[in-house]
């Protein structure tokens, strides 16, 4: 993924060329001969003191409203920020550089090998219009360039420069973090959220506690955002594990396939779910697995129907370990 900035470069000091301001309203000759031209109505002055034709000028265009050029759904995806109005979301060009640093490499490194658009296209275009999620995405990037970097023993406990810019990273991710946390609460005060958004800032939140090592409080956070996705796809007809969304136009299929593997991870690691939930999923799959192919076409389609295997197994043993403490 590329990040293209029009018009950025007053956020580099670096450039070597000076800026000049270019016309679009030149004659024809003159842009044709690539010589700067005075605009004089109706023809070039310096056409007529040569004896040359003059071509004329361009007709004006009629002013044409801005509109935002969409996103293909495609995992080679280009965020386009035109300056001034994009670029002034971000509060400085570290927030800037991070969020770069998330469309460009960690995008990419959670995707893994699946052509999916949640992580590369879904989120950097939601961030436009929702501040808690951008807040987020750049906490996601700064945490997961500072963990590459060193581990979290060295970042605590040891001396020197390099470490010092680490707890120093490390302080800014925490603080994108506490932002993208109010303006979470402050979405829900205000009921500004809706259930799109709310499962971004699940798996966003999810993964800030998980770069930092902390399982408990990531399992609650994936344990309470699929609640919330049960309770919208079990209304569906094909019920908890269908292989598409139901509606896309609220919850797009990467969505449902990210929290289809985030069950299996609240059922690994932390499952006090009713018995009710383990039996209907187990039922669920087991109707859609009937009809599993012999044969894949694609590797997004064979990772979906893996997912329905685990998600079986995991509530299985769920519900015998639920039965098991019945007894006891």
């Known amino acids: 993924m590329h990040l293209l900035i029009d018009g950025g470069q007053h956020l580099s000091s670096k450039d070597p060329r000076p800026s000049k301001f270019k016309t679009r309203t030149g004659c024809f000759t003159c842009k044709a001969r690539r010589v700067k031209c005075d605009e004089k109505k109706p023809f070039y002055l310096r056409c007529i003191r040569f004896k040359t034709q003059c071509a004329g000028y361009p007709k004006p265009r009629a002013n044409q409203p801005f509109r935002r050029p969409l996103l293909p759904k495609s995992g080679e995806v280009e965020v386009i920020l035109r300056s001034p109005v994009t670029t002034q ?163 797009e299929n990467d969505l449902v396939q990210a929290f289809a593997g985030l069950d299996i991870h609240v059922a690994f690691f932390l499952d006090t779910r009713p018995l009710e939930l383990h039996q209907r999923v187990i039922d669920d799959t087991a109707a859609v697995l009937l009809s599993m192919p012999s044969s894949f076409k694609t590797l997004c389609e064979a990772r979906t129907y893996w997912q329905m295997i685990m998600r079986r197994n995991f509530h299985f043993r769920s519900k015998a370990q639920w039965r098991g403490r019945q007894r006891i």
């Open 89 to 251: 979301l971000f509060d400085s060009e570290q927030d800037l550089r991070y969020f770069r640093i998330f469309c460009q490499e960690t995008a990419h490194q959670i995707s893994g090998p699946f052509n999916t658009g949640l992580w590369n296209r879904l989120m950097p275009q939601v961030s436009e219009a929702v501040p808690f999620v951008r807040h987020a995405i750049i906490a996601v990037a700064a945490l997961s360039k500072i963990t590459g970097d060193a581990d979290h023993t060295l970042m605590t406990r040891g001396e020197g420069e390099e470490v010092s810019r680490l707890q120093l990273e490390h302080q800014y991710a925490l603080q994108q973090y506490e932002k993208a946390l109010k303006g979470m609460r402050r979405a829900i005060e205000n009921r500004e959220h809706d259930l799109r958004n709310a499962l971004l800032a699940c798996l966003l939140s999810f993964s800030i506690e998980s770069l930092q090592g902390r399982q408990s409080p990531a399992c609650i956070l994936a344990s309470s955002g699929v609640a919330l996705f049960h309770e919208w796809i079990g209304a569906n007809p094909a019920g908890l594990t269908t292989c598409s969304s139901p509606n896309e136009h609220v919850i």
